[in-house]
T-cell receptor, first 112, second 110 residues
Framework: LAKTTQPISMDSYEGQEVNITCSHNNIATNDYITWYQQFPSQGPRFIIQGYKTKVTNEVASLFIPADRKSSTLSLPRVSLSDTAVYYCLVGTPSGSARQLTFGSGTQLTVLP | DAGITQSPRHKVTETGTPVTLRCHQTENHRYMYWYRQDPGHGLRLIHYSYGVKDTDKGEVSDGYSVSRSKTEDFLLTLESATSSQTSVYFC?????????FGPGTRLTVT
């Protein structure tokens, strides 16, 4: 299993860029890297997904180095509403789902 | 938001009683999943389905069974609930790689 390791918590201030790194040393060739955001009392919400290099969408960027053993979620200019738990997931959801492994997540707190 | 609902949203039951949680989707996605979430553990996969009548175990499947007789419904059953199964249960669906999660069911076993 591609176990993931993330920082337990991070603090930032409004307007700053936040980078959250996830370590996944045992990532398999077919595995994708997916990030989710979760607010209290809600289900996780998909943010971004990538396989290699860099992926960008309207809310975040995902940087994946060539060896794919880590990935970094970048949130530009965070606001108070970005306070949430962020999960890194490695696996192939449409393949053998038993390989899906969520880490414990990173609690991001955005301060005014 | 993806069309995914869970019922009930909250349930309190006694130890030893059977409990069934329902996940319903309107997206016609092939894959459906049941997770549990406990403080300090993130999300852990219980069971998943890759088609009607096709299911497989996840990381924490002991004490749980599932059934999927229709594309839109995925049922999670606790045959004899225990206090260790007190948790928040999330259903998820996916067509390809990203998963979409339901609102969750908070289950308390007393």
């Amino acid at each position: 299993l591609a176990k993931t390791t993330q920082p337990i918590s991070m603090d930032s201030y409004e307007g700053q860029e936040v980078n959250i790194t996830c370590s996944h040393n045992n990532i398999a060739t077919n595995d994708y890297i997916t990030w989710y955001q979760q607010f209290p009392s809600q289900g996780p919400r998909f943010i971004i997904q990538g396989y290699k290099t860099k992926v960008t969408n309207e809310v975040a960027s995902l940087f994946i180095p060539a060896d794919r053993k880590s990935s970094t979620l970048s949130l530009p200019r965070v606001s108070l509403s970005d306070t949430a738990v962020y999960y890194c997931l490695v696996g192939t959801p449409s393949g053998s789902a038993r390989q899906l492994t969520f880490g414990s997540g990173t609690q991001l707190t955005v301060l005014p | 938001d993806a069309g995914i609902t869970q019922s009930p949203r909250h349930k309190v039951t006694e130890t030893g009683t059977p409990v069934t949680l329902r996940c319903h989707q309107t997206e016609n996605h092939r894959y459906m999943y049941w997770y549990r979430q406990d403080p300090g553990h993130g999300l852990r996969l219980i069971h998943y389905s890759y088609g009607v009548k096709d299911t497989d175990k996840g990381e924490v499947s002991d004490g749980y069974s599932v059934s999927r007789s229709k594309t839109e419904d995925f049922l999670l059953t606790l045959e004899s609930a225990t206090s260790s199964q007190t948790s928040v249960y999330f259903c998820a669906i996916s067509a390809h790689y990203e998963q979409y999660f339901g609102p969750g069911t908070r289950l308390t076993v007393t």
